[in-house]
């Protein structure tokens, strides 16, 4: 693929922990009109280090440029950018169902053990579905589950690993030195 | 006992002492060696304040009369002496009014901190009288900033801002703290920040990379550097004299990176970019090695960067890793410190003199001073031009004062035709093009360094969009010699107007006021000048006056500023008329 054409791009950023950084990297993408497809924050497996994971949807070109931009920001230890077939992600989607339909509708329970989602809590007026997976699998679930009415539905955010090592760890010790 | 060993006994017998917040901040900016701050106050920032009073004797404040001037003055100051401006202001508006000067700090890498007051901590967010989330305003046009809660943090935000604003590639940095911390006392100590766990600075430099440019420069046939503000940043103008000379290589200049060697110095082939020097211009597309060190390919610079020396091998020195390749695409990237860089470039470096390609630059010279030189600097017609105001001040300041520019024509042309023998001399807003600068600038540039001559050059109209500044060097009996060369028009977007909008002069032509009645109201002596045969003494009255002083030069209203690369155009296609 030639590094000017877009494609889905999985941007992981190790940052100390710090109010107000959440601004400073959505501005980098919002300077250059680019929208952010997912956004996750969460710890990372170093103690008081944060990992963001943001999707976009963008060049290979300027997702190098953007990245040097993100990199000069004070609060940031490093980034990663990683095509989609170069990381292992999950993506989790909720779906919130009346309760009535699990027993009315006998074809909702086919989708549900056919999917491999997950019920997480049911009681008398709705049940909640999960269901983890690639974004396809997850809009798959919710095409075949929309025609029979959702009440609530959203999706989280991709959350990664990479295949090839991540060498944050050692990188944040010679900066200690 | 060494200094090594009196540092870490410091260190150990840290003492503390119970203090308040606001006195912290005045005794950090004191640890840091700030001998002049500028700033206005207003509500949340007033305990700092009383304690700038007590301490008046160790740290003088300047009071500007818009805090937008605090920041300028702070940029001045630290653009001539290298060393970390301060601008203070009051939450809300006074806040806000710092942006400007900070964006420009930004865009043009120069160090300095920002100290705002702020609210009570439990008012945050409840839209209280002056609050504004001035944290949230400034992200974008931050080095780094933060807000201050807790009086005990101060020291170690303090320390870290000053750390953060000088090192690596300079920028601004603003500290907003709530009235409540600068109320409360804590145990103050102060320990200098020397290292930030997630941070940088100075990437280090990859010797192969350095011995791969010198290669290129070594076969090249027609090498050409461009350097720009990271010569001066760096402090690093011996060694590219050094690295110049002994290759034999033409060297140009950027805007910001102007006087980091002499004017006067024959391998110093003028400016670059859209008002900048044919030659430079025409050749950055001829030359088969383009050397850029410490600057950043600007789009002022480089034009259309579809044909932007395409030909060439292109070797970037270069601080900060996010300018490798964001412009120009680089062959050989050298990271780094360019002090470090070229210290370690110039022993590999083939001694050379390129003669013939050198030719090639005196040879388009001759052509631009045909065409436009003669005519900027030795007029035949009635009308002043800018350029002949430079010459005059060149001859009576022998090339040695610090020129601080506005925004706009007389910019373009002082940068031209300034003589600049000594470094540092340069002081405008490039990147930004913020008009108003030059004023409260050239107060900053003075008070850091009163010894040099600092002379001020604006147009009528930025002079006007700061002119209350004149009050702080009333005040402040700061001796700027202050030039306004009036054309009683916006020129540069007269002139665009012009060339671009078929002579739709739309709200560009000023009426103006005596100006030199306002600058005589306040009491700074002023002298108007509308002949050519008065200019020359005018001038040599003003430089050698030893306080302030205004000059207004009345010019000609319709002169354009050329050579002029068109908005998007190559920077061969360079126009000489």
């Known amino acids: ?177 | 006992m060494d200094t090594q060993t009196i540092k870490s006994q410091k260190k150990s017998i840290k003492t503390t002492e119970r203090i308040s917040g606001s006195e912290a901040i005045v005794r950090c900016l004191i640890e840091e060696g700030v001998d002049i701050l500028y700033g206005y106050p207003g509500g949340a920032i007033m305990p700092v304040y009383d304690e700038l009073y007590k301490y008046q004797d160790k740290i003088h404040h300047v009071l500007t009369r818009h805090e937008q001037g605090a920041t300028h003055s702070a940029q001045g100051y630290a653009r001539i002496s290298g060393r970390v401006g301060v601008a203070m202001a009051t939450s809300g508006p006074g806040a806000t009014n710092l942006i400007t000067g900070i964006a420009d700090a930004q865009i043009d890498s120069t160090p300095m901190v920002c100290i705002t007051g702020q609210v009570p901590s439990h008012l945050l967010g409840s839209d209280a009288f002056q609050e504004t989330d001035i944290v949230g305003i400034s992200t974008p046009v931050t080095k780094w900033n933060c807000q201050v809660t807790r009086a005990e943090d101060i020291p170690e935000v303090l320390a870290k801002a000053f750390y953060i604003a000088k090192s690596g590639r300079p920028g601004p940095v603003l500290i907003d703290i709530t009235k409540d911390a600068q109320f409360n006392e804590f145990d103050f100590s102060y320990e200098k920040c020397t290292h930030v766990r997630s941070y940088k600075p100075v990437p280090e430099t990859d010797v192969s990379k350095v011995e791969e440019a010198a290669k290129l420069i070594n076969a090249a046939k027609k090498p050409l550097i461009v350097w720009g503000q990271g010569i001066i940043l760096g402090e690093a103008e011996e060694q590219l004299k050094a690295v110049v000379e002994k290759a034999g290589i033409p060297a140009a200049w950027t805007i910001l990176g102007a006087s980091a060697i002499p004017t006067s110095h024959p391998l110093n082939v003028g400016m670059v970019g859209m008002h900048g020097n044919y030659a430079p211009n025409i050749l950055t597309n001829e030359c088969d090695v383009l050397i850029a060190i410490g600057m950043r390919f600007d789009d002022r610079v480089t034009g259309s960067l579809n044909t932007y020396a395409k030909q060439a091998k292109v070797i970037h020195f270069e601080i900060d890793p996010a300018e490798i390749d964001k412009n120009v695409k680089t062959d050989v990237a050298v990271l780094g410190n360019s002090k470090v860089s070229l210290d370690l470039l110039l022993p590999l470096l083939e001694q050379n003199s390129h003669n013939e390609w050198h030719q090639k630059f005196k040879d388009l010279y001759e052509i631009e001073y045909e065409k436009v030189i003669k005519n900027d600097l030795y007029p035949t017609k009635e009308g002043l031009t800018m350029a002949e105001v430079l010459k005059e001040i060149n001859i009576q300041s022998e090339g040695k004062a610090a020129i601080v520019s506005d925004v706009g024509q007389h910019q373009m042309i002082a940068c031209r035709y300034a003589d600049f023998n000594v470094t540092k001399s340069n002081i405008t807003s490039g990147g930004l093009g913020t008009m108003g600068f030059g004023l409260p600038a050239a107060i900053g540039a003075k008070m850091a360094a009163p010894d040099r001559e600092v002379v001020s050059i604006s147009g009528d109209g930025g002079y006007q969009m700061t002119i209350q500044e004149l009050g702080t060097i009333f005040q402040q009996k700061a001796a700027v010699k202050v030039v306004v060369l009036n054309n009683d028009f916006l020129g540069m977007v007269r002139q665009w107007q012009q060339l671009f909008f078929d002579k739709r002069y739309a709200s560009t032509e000023m009426v103006n006021p005596n100006f030199v009645a306002i600058a005589e109201g306040y009491y700074i002596k002023a002298r108007k000048v509308t002949k050519r045969e008065d200019l020359a003494e005018a001038v040599a009255e003003m430089m050698q006056s030893k306080e302030a002083y205004f000059l207004e030069v009345c010019v000609e209203k319709e002169d354009n500023v050329f050579p002029m690369i068109p908005s998007g155009a190559s920077v061969s296609d360079i126009r000489l008329e």
């Open chain 1, 1 to 177: 693929m030639s590094t000017e054409e877009k494609q889905l791009y999985s941007v992981s950023i190790y940052t100390e922990n710090n109010i107000g950084l959440l601004n400073r990297i959505s501005a980098i993408f919002q300077r250059r009109h680019i929208n952010i497809e997912s956004l996750n924050t969460s710890p990372s497996e170093i103690e008081g280090v944060s990992k963001f994971t943001i999707v976009v949807n963008m060049s290979e070109v300027n997702i190098k440029k953007i990245l040097g931009q993100i990199e000069k920001q004070v609060e940031v230890i490093k980034s990663y950018y990683h095509s989609l077939d170069d990381i292992i992600y999950q993506i989790a989607g909720l779906f919130k169902i009346k309760s009535e339909l699990l027993f009315e509708e006998r074809q909702i329970q086919n989708i549900i053990k056919e999917s491999n989602a997950r019920i997480v809590t049911v009681n008398k007026d709705f049940f909640v579905l999960e269901k983890s997976g690639k974004k396809e699998e997850i809009v798959e679930l919710y095409n075949k589950l929309s025609p029979f009415g959702i009440m609530q539905y959203t999706r989280s955010g991709l959350i990664a690993v990479t295949k090839e090592e991540m060498k944050i760890s050692s990188l944040l010790e010679s900066y200690n030195n």
